[in-house]
T-cell receptor, first 118, second 115 residues
């Protein structure tokens, strides 16, 4: 089946630093990737939709200058949390949409990245 | 604006029991509805996907139903096992999002199956 990986799986950083998270589709091409964040015991909240070769579309309330998204190829999207603060600590999950978009599971999820900002 | 709600938020049952998880959505104009499983600190595993034209889907001990007109879906788990312990999320793709693929998630039901 289609596999999506994320790197790193967890990261701890100091307040004020920037952190980059990678999302890769390993065995399929993804024209669209989605970035979610999940706070403890809460559901996934969509942050932005990333389309290969174009600017990301951010959900209302998400700061695009804070969360930089780059989707440079059909298999890689990156999320950079700039000038991270403790309130940015969360579980970040990406998903990738199969280019063909057919079949029952057209969107595949990564394993998530746990970000802790000290 | 589509909103998805799951009840109950948490559920604890003895092993072997059959159980039902509920999901409701406010806008019946959906493209499909999907049930996911999430283990603690992990990503999502897709369990079942029901297209808007379908009434139910089955996979092993899992059965998901969809009543679009009433805005409800249920996930039935038969003969529950301790390995079923996880958080179960339902997500809806609205008709307007069929091209973008955007999913709206419920808050999840955390299930604990006791041996």
């Amino acid at each position: 089946g289609a596999v999506v990986s994320q790197h790193p799986s967890w990261v701890i950083c100091k307040s004020g630093t920037s952190v980059k998270i990678e999302c890769r589709s390993l065995d399929f091409q993804a024209t669209t990737m989605f970035w979610y964040r999940q706070f403890p015991k809460q559901s996934l909240m969509l942050m932005a939709t990333s389309n290969e070769g174009s600017k990301a579309t951010y959900e209302q309330g998400v700061e695009k200058d804070k969360f930089l998204i780059n989707h440079a190829s059909l298999t890689l999207s990156t999320l950079t949390v700039t000038s991270a603060h403790p309130e940015d600590s969360s579980f970040y999950i990406c998903s990738a949409r199969d280019l063909a978009g057919v079949g029952p599971n057209e969107q595949f999820f990564g394993p998530g990245t746990r970000l802790t900002v000290l | 604006k589509q909103e998805v709600t799951q009840i109950p938020a948490a559920l604890s049952v003895p092993e072997g029991e059959n159980l039902v998880l509920n999901c409701s959505f406010t806008d019946s104009a959906i493209y499909n509805l999907q049930w996911f499983r999430q283990d603690p600190g992990k990503g999502l595993t897709s369990l079942l996907l029901i297209q808007s034209s379908q009434r139910e889907q089955t996979s092993g001990r899992l059965n998901a139903s969809l009543d679009k007109s009433s805005g409800r879906s249920t996930l039935y788990i038969a003969a529950s096992q301790p390995g079923d312990s996880a958080t179960y999320l339902c997500a809806v793709k609205s008709l307007g999002s069929s091209n973008t693929g955007k999913l709206i998630f419920g808050q999840g039901t955390t299930l604990q199956v006791k041996p």
